[in-house]
């Protein structure tokens, strides 16, 4: 196999063992990224220079007797996160010169367990797409189909990995912007507890890099196996030092079973508010076919689920009051007077997004008071279920479209357009409560296509959901290279 396409557990076994050096592996996964990078684009800041004089010092620490979890490894980091001395713009061209003095807590942990960073990986403007584009880099290609985006607004990432540029990377998710790329080029990736990660130092420039708590927000890994997932988590779990004064791992429970046959599984292939197209559907049932063939406990409802419709309406108010708050006051006064002539029987998601751009302190407390609602729900749930599978977006990728406002634009669903932005309700599913949500492949569309499913768990129990996905790898396969 190349071994620019093996996980970073084969790399690491290698290396330990001495069959390769990290020299080697580094000079190897620049030469395919010089070769292939024209094409996808999915590195936009390459770091060579740095790259090979950290690869030399990953291999005379292993000289010296010494490792680490990630000791030589080649990796990549999306571009939204500081590293000191290279450029942080979130593809925004008024900040095409803002370079960081500081690298992000993450960055920090990715060197401090010995991974050599090649450089950063490209996102959309402000983070705010399902595709991965700016005036800035240009446009990152699916490498399955150049012709289809690679998701967002983690998409630098996912395509990087599905092109064998670095075993490892690390994003962020709000609005599936791990889970979705994932999805669509074929990649593992998981949406961590909210707060398990310190996210200090994946800011918008020109913010200062400070010890916030988000809302909904959350940084984790992605990886093309499901076991270098926890690998990598383990490297960036722990809260912010600033915070709590010491830096240290969170211990997370371990996993609540080892056997695919012990799971108890809750399968929800449909969303009241937008339908599932044919090519995630058939990927939901691979994997509910998989688990009743090995024994799981499987079921396709459940009243314990809390509400989807509600639950997709609360992730809007939530996610676009907060985003709304740096909005020009212009901008702010014409949504609100739009908000104010709706009728109050329009209930759609599209007037849901109006009303949380200008939602009151007041609304938002009462918002947030039935979030806790859902996660009371979602508790109760898990002490009958182990884990939820279902749709990350309804569709695989789709091509690219760059036409217009993202909220005038439509995404077609086995021939049937809807709202572009009413597809981030299965990301929501998770978000909105903020519980932890494994992306996996599950083999390809009619079209050739990846498509992927996410598998939620419990808060705080994110090794259960990465050992499922560990366990579905074994039964219907992983990670295969765009052929």
């Known amino acids: 196999m190349d071994r620019n396409f093996q996980s970073a557990e084969e790399l690491a076994a290698a290396l330990r063992a001495g069959d390769v050096t990290s020299v080697e592996l580094t000079d190897e996964v620049i030469a395919r990224i010089e070769r292939e990078n024209k094409v996808i684009n999915a590195i936009c800041v390459p770091d060579f220079d740095n790259a090979r004089a950290a690869a030399r010092r990953a291999d005379q620490a292993r000289a010296r007797g010494e490792d680490g979890p990630l000791l030589g490894i080649p990796v990549t980091v999306k571009e939204s996160y500081d590293m000191a001395g290279l450029p942080t713009t979130w593809g925004m061209p008024q900040f095409k010169d803002y370079v960081p003095g500081e690298d992000a807590v993450q960055v920090a942990r990715l060197k401090a367990a010995g991974a050599v960073l090649l450089g950063k990986t490209n996102v959309p403007a402000t983070l705010r797409d399902i595709q991965s584009y700016n005036e800035i880099y240009g446009t990152t290609n699916n490498p399955w189909n150049h012709e289809r985006t690679s998701g967002g607004s983690s998409g630098g990432s996912a395509a990087a990995l599905a092109a064998g540029f670095g075993a490892l990377s690390i994003g962020s998710d709000l609005a599936g912007s791990l889970r979705t ?108 076919e998989a688990l009743v063939n090995e024994g799981a406990r499987v079921e396709r409802h459940s009243p314990l689920l809390p509400d989807l419709a509600e639950a997709a309406k609360l992730y809007m108010l939530l996610m676009l009051s907060t985003a709304a708050a740096s909005l020009p006051l212009d901008v702010y006064e014409q949504v609100r007077i739009q908000a104010a002539a709706l009728s109050a029987e329009d209930q759609s998601l599209d007037a849901t997004r109006q009303r949380a751009i200008v939602l009151s302190h007041r609304e938002w407390v009462e918002t947030n008071n039935r979030r806790e609602l859902h996660r009371h729900g979602w508790r109760q749930l898990f002490a009958e279920f182990d884990a939820v599978v279902c749709p990350i977006t309804p569709t695989p990728a789709f091509p690219h479209n760059q036409n217009g406002a993202l909220e005038d634009r439509l995404i077609d669903i086995d021939g049937v357009d809807y709202p572009y932005f009413d597809q981030l309700v299965w990301a929501g599913a998770a978000t909105m409560p903020g519980l932890p949500a494994t992306a996996i492949p599950t083999g390809p569309s009619p079209e050739g296509l990846p498509v992927g499913v996410q598998l939620i768990g419990p808060m705080f129990e994110d090794r259960t959901p990465l050992r499922l996905a560990e366990l579905l790898e074994q039964k219907i396969g992983g990670f295969q290279a765009p052929q």
Request: with cysteine.
């Open 181 to 288: 790329p994932a999805h669509f080029c074929g990649i593992y990736a998981h949406k961590p507890t909210l707060g398990l990660a310190s996210p200090r130092g994946m800011v918008a420039p020109p913010a200062p890099a400070l010890p916030t708590e988000h809302d909904l927000a959350v940084v984790g890994p992605m990886a093309r196996t499901a076991r270098d997932l926890t690998l990598l988590l383990d490297v960036m779990a722990g809260p912010d030092p600033l915070n709590h004064g010491v830096a240290y791992n969170l211990a997370l429970p371990p996993a609540r079973h080892e056997r695919l046959s012990d799971f108890r599984v809750l399968i929800i292939e449909d969303h009241p508010l937008i339908p599932t197209g044919s090519a995630v559907r058939a990927g939901v049932n691979r994997v509910a």
